[in-house]
């Protein structure tokens, strides 16, 4: 199956103006933008989230590296 064409578009276009009318359709928009805004903000705020807890098992790491060098050269 493959995408429908400028016809089928057009086609589409009426049966979504004919079921919901013109006056709901800058709705329906209004409503899908914000949606689609707050997945993206959620995705980022995520995204940033995940970030600073890889930088703080980084940190982490480093610190426990630096622990266990300066007990080796205590104990040698």
Known sequence: MSMPGGMEWVLIALV???LF???KIPELAKGLGSGIKNFKK???EDDEET???TEEKI???KS???SE???ETKNA
């Open 59 to 61: 940190e982490d790491k």
């Open 69 to 71: 060098s300066t007990n």
């Open 64 to 66: 426990e590296t630096k």
């Open 16 to 18: 979504v103006l004919l």
């Open 42 to 44: 959620a995705v980022k």
């Open 51 to 53: 970030v600073v807890k």
């Open 21 to 23: 009318g013109g006056k």
